[in-house]
């Protein structure tokens, strides 16, 4: 398979699957090792964005996704104006970033930090898929912790957690949402924008 062929093959596969394709799946499926189908897939993902194509190859973690252009995402939701998602609150950003920086955590450590009952809202992000159940912490009562997923890194146009906006002083000793875990907050709803992150539904009451 040369070159052209191979990235047919790959172009054809990520558009017709639409969620993140794990790199070993498109090498036992192209009968490739992993340097080539990373290399071919990172080239095509240059072109793409050199060539300001209205479509985008994007890396998530071990997993390769084909999406749109973030700069196209004006123009995309006029089109699909009867389609658009309703955006996440303030409160689930903020449940959405505890978890994103301190993961993994409980709903326990999630209310300490907020001051508020958090069920609702982390119920409503594992409906969006945007955060998965993450085994339980081994202290009495064995309370659910919780992690973000590939959605998540997909919807703000992450490719690894290490693309975070950093935070110069937060830690899980902070029982407060800092300066610096605002300003993340406001760059992650920005990133929200483009990358078209959803919610249905209302949040909890104070």
């Known amino acids: 398979m040369d070159l052209k062929e191979l990235e047919g093959a790959i172009e054809g596969i990520l558009f017709a699957a639409g969620d993140p394709m794990p790199v070993e799946r498109l090498c036992l499926t192209l009968g490739q090792d992993r340097e080539t189908v990373d290399s071919v897939c990172q080239r095509m993902a240059d072109s793409y964005s050199y060539d300001r194509r209205g479509i985008r190859l994007v890396k998530l973690e071990n997993s390769w996704q084909m999406c749109s252009a973030p700069e196209q995402a004006e123009y995309i939701r006029k089109a699909l104006e009867n389609r658009k998602p309703a955006k996440l609150s303030q409160p689930a950003l903020e449940v959405l970033a505890i978890i994103a920086y301190f993961q993994p955590v409980t709903r326990a450590y999630i209310e300490q930090v907020r001051g508020v009952d958090s ?42 957690l290490d693309d975070l906006p950093e935070l110069a002083s937060a830690s899980q000793e902070d029982a407060q949402l800092t300066m610096e875990m605002e300003s993340a907050l406001r760059r992650l709803r920005e990133a929200e924008t483009a990358g078209g992150a959803e919610e249905r539904g209302g949040e909890e009451g104070p």
Not at 121 to 139: F, S
């Open 119 to 160: 069920s609702y809202t982390v119920g409503l992000l594992l409906d969006r898929g945007l955060i998965r159940e993450a085994g339980r912490l081994a202290v009495p009562g064995r309370p659910m912790q919780f992690r973000t997923t590939k959605s998540f890194l997909r919807s703000f146009g992450l490719a690894t």
